[in-house]
């Protein structure tokens, strides 16, 4: 029983393009999400964070989209960089720990 | 260095030993937590410390697994008897609170039981 899914497990995106992941979650209790980048061989990377009281949260090109009523969160990236190449995971916080979604790869074409 | 520390980066084991793979987190930070990733999986829950309380032990997979963190620094998660389904990234986070305050990783112990 997943209570965070990302149904696309992978993305591609050509470079300078806008890059959307999306992400639902099931408890309407969830009152913080994030959203972390992988690359191989190293452990996830704070990216951007949004609670529940707000619906939009920017830094640079990233901003991070919630819906409460629809139990959806996205991350939009933009313009797409090379260096976005990776895997990025949505999590939420409930009951004092991070419950991830499976991850979506995601490749930048240049 | 400021970040999280793992060790061993990598530790390959037989079936049926006992091993022991340690974090030390970012100084300050009073929230610890061991997550593991299997090849192809996201990233579960295994167990979380805060404080002086009492450990979240509820993702621990089975009773060979625990965990400990003493003066609330340093943390062990120790496993024993390892099994095949055991061979998985095992990754450790620290976060200066348990309440909306992201989480720090280190760069995991790759386990591989033969």
């Known amino acids: 029983d997943q209570q965070v899914k990302q149904n696309s497990p992978s993305l591609s995106v050509q470079e300078g393009r806008i890059s959307i992941l999306n992400c639902d979650y099931t408890?309407?209790?969830?009152?913080?999400f994030l959203w972390y980048k992988k690359y191989p061989a190293e452990g996830p990377t704070f990216l951007i964070s949004?609670?529940?009281?707000?619906d939009k949260n920017e830094d640079g090109r990233f901003t991070v989209f919630l819906n409460k009523s629809a139990k959806h969160l996205s991350l939009h990236i933009v313009p797409s960089q090379p260096g976005d190449s990776a895997v990025y995971f949505c999590a939420v916080q409930g009951a004092q720990k991070l419950v991830f979604g499976q991850g979506t790869r995601l490749t930048i074409n240049p | 260095g400021a970040g999280v520390s793992q060790s061993p980066s990598n530790k390959v084991t037989e079936k049926g030993k006992d091993v022991e793979l340690r974090c030390d987190p970012i100084s300050g930070h009073t929230a610890l937590y061991w997550y593991r990733q299997s090849l192809g999986q996201g990233l579960e829950f295994l167990i979380y410390f805060q404080g002086n309380s009492a450990p979240d032990k509820s993702g621990l997979p089975s009773d060979r697994f625990s965990a400990e963190r003493t003066g609330g620094s340093v943390s062990t998660l120790t496993i024993q008897r390892t099994q095949q389904e055991d061979s998985a990234v095992y990754l450790c986070?620290?976060?200066?609170?348990?309440?909306?305050?992201?989480?720090?990783f280190g760069n995991g112990t790759r386990l591989t039981v033969t």
């Open positions: 949004i609670s529940s009281i707000k």
């Open positions: 986070a620290s976060s200066l609170t348990s309440f909306n305050s992201p989480l720090h």
């Open positions: 408890n309407s209790m969830f009152d913080y």
